[in-house]
């Protein structure tokens, strides 16, 4: 990967190294490591993935959903889960030194503790929310405190706070809306039993509670979803549905996602509202 880097621009590896875990540490680092590479660059939206995902949409279809969301961001995001971050600590962003230059926020907002939200690691991110967060924070603080070696899950939470806490960054929801994944990340989730052959599984196989990709899945992957991606896929399990899927795109069989599927999505109607100036906050319906 390091010799195609230095031959084609498209591909950019980054030169830190980090040691990366199940339990999600310097997943969050090594993001904004390779977002600030590329900040740059001429795009609209990223898409952020992890091992064992599979894009389930042409090139054109996302291009087409980055048109139609405009500077909208696409997320999941719940309640922070006990026991994942350091309950105790002070989340203001003054104690963090969030902001690189406190003097243009309130002191409302520098002395609100932050409330914790919690999504899937997999999101897809406006480059306008991008370019203000490495515009105006600091993110040295909040990093080492979401990245504690003692706690599960580290990785899941600090897009979701940064963009569900009104900081006054440009692109993120304010209505503090919670919202299921609908549109990124696909799983076949299954906590019947301990991982390894499981007949409930179309593929009969799971990992970490998640059923394994096979075949068996791409009709709806094809025809009935509007996710963006799945997850998982082992190729040394069933190395089809990634030769299939390749071939399906190509051949136009994977479908596009309708702008009434965005309307469901409460940061899409928020960022609709804003940008014809009728957005209220104490009125939004989330």
């Known amino acids: 990967m390091r010799l195609l880097s230095k ?12 040691s990366f875990d199940s339990w999600g540490h310097f997943q969050d680092r090594a ?24 894009v389930l949409k042409s090139t054109e279809q ?8 405009n500077y909208t961001s696409i997320m999941g995001m719940e309640y922070g889960i006990q026991g994942r971050y350091k309950e105790n600590a002070n989340w203001t962003p003054a104690a963090l030194k969030l902001f690189k230059n406190e003097k243009e926020v309130s002191n409302e907002i520098l002395h609100t503790p932050l409330k914790i939200r919690k999504g899937l690691n997999q999101v897809f991110l ?35 706070t940064l963009f569900g806490n009104s900081l006054g960054l440009a692109g993120q ?12 990340r696909k799983t076949d989730w299954n906590f019947s039993g301990p991982d ?19 075949v068996e899945y ?10 963006i991606i799945a997850n998982k896929v082992l190729e040394n399990f069933d190395f089809g549905p990634i030769i299939c899927l390749r071939q399906m795109i190509r ?35 989330c």
């Open 218 to 227: 791409l009709n709806e992957f094809a025809a009935n979803t509007n996710h």
């Open 251 to 285: 051949d136009g069989k994977t479908r596009g996602i309708p702008e009434d599927a965005l309307n469901s999505l409460a940061q899409y109607r928020e960022m609709k509202l804003k940008r014809n100036g009728t957005y209220i906050k104490e009125s939004f319906v």
């Open 126 to 160: 406006s480059k306008i929310f991008v370019d203000s967060i490495f515009d105006k924070l600091n993110l040295q603080s909040i990093l080492d405190l979401f990245d504690n070696n003692l706690m599960y899950g580290v990785d899941e939470m600090l897009i979701q």
């Open 31 to 54: 993001h904004f490591d390779c977002l600030k590479m590329i900040s740059n660059r001429n795009w609209m939206h990223v898409l952020l993935l992890q091992n064992n995902d599979i």
């Open 62 to 69: 996302l291009s087409d959903l980055s048109e139609m969301l």
């Open 196 to 214: 390894g052959y499981d007949k409930s599984c179309r593929s009969k196989w799971k990992r970490h509670g998640i059923c394994i990709i096979g």
């Open 173 to 184: 929801m304010t209505s503090n809306c919670m919202q299921s994944d609908d549109l990124t």
């Open 7 to 18: 031959c084609l621009p498209n591909i950019i590896i980054n030169p830190t190294k980090y």
